[in-house]
């Protein structure tokens, strides 16, 4: 029989064993099979070609050592350039109001421009305002300094996305009071 070490090893050889060399030398060069230490549980899928994948389901017992999540679809970070500034979000955050410009943009309904050497979206547009409209995907509401002074340019750009809850928010925007 052997300890319960010695039968995990030989589950994972087996299964390694299996899988087409394409396969198994991603998953061996990638070491995807022991990112955490206990209990690493390997199912096989098929991907789209019908070749045999292996999607590692792991948990981790070992307390201070974090497990990698696998993203989906929507929680995948999506990197985006506006105006030269750089950001970082999700296609969630970024599709969330389905009848916006913004949201057209990245659900593939109005083209896009991709820069394919940085690989992260372009917009021509301002990135300074761009940082208040995606905290305001990200909270539902406009947060803004005390001083910030360029409120026309930000609804231009709500405007422009076609935001039409933030444009009423801006709207009846007050700065707070000091």
């Known amino acids: ?10 589950n994972k050889t087996a299964i390694l064993q299996r899988l087409s060399d394409r396969t198994r030398h991603k998953l061996i060069k990638k070491k995807r099979y022991n ?15 019908s070749a ?8 981790s017992t070992v307390e201070g050592v974090p497990c990698i999540a696998t993203p989906t679809i929507l929680t995948a970070p999506v990197h985006i350039d506006i105006g030269g500034i750089s950001y970082t979000s ?10 916006s410009k913004l949201a057209r943009l990245f659900n593939g309904t109005t083209p ?7 690989h992260y979206y372009f917009i021509d547009r301002d ?6 409209i995606l905290n305001f995907l990200r909270y539902d509401d406009l947060i803004l300094p005390s001083d910030y002074k ?6 231009q750009e709500a405007e422009y996305f ?15 009071k000091p």
Do not use: W
Not at 1 to 10: H, I, N, Q, S
């Open 1 to 10: 029989m052997g300890t319960l070490g010695e039968r995990k090893a030989r």
């Open 35 to 49: 990112i955490c230490h206990s209990y690493t549980h390997m199912q096989k899928i098929q991907n789209k070609d």
């Open 52 to 59: 045999a994948e292996v999607d590692l389901q792991t948990k």
């Open 90 to 99: 999700t296609l969630a955050q970024l599709t969330k109001y389905k009848d």
């Open 112 to 118: 896009i421009m991709l820069d394919k050497m940085k």
């Open 127 to 132: 990135g300074k305002a761009f940082r208040h």
């Open 150 to 155: 360029e409120l026309s340019i930000l609804q």
């Open 162 to 176: 076609e935001l039409h809850v933030l444009i009423n928010k801006i709207k009846g925007y007050s700065a707070p």
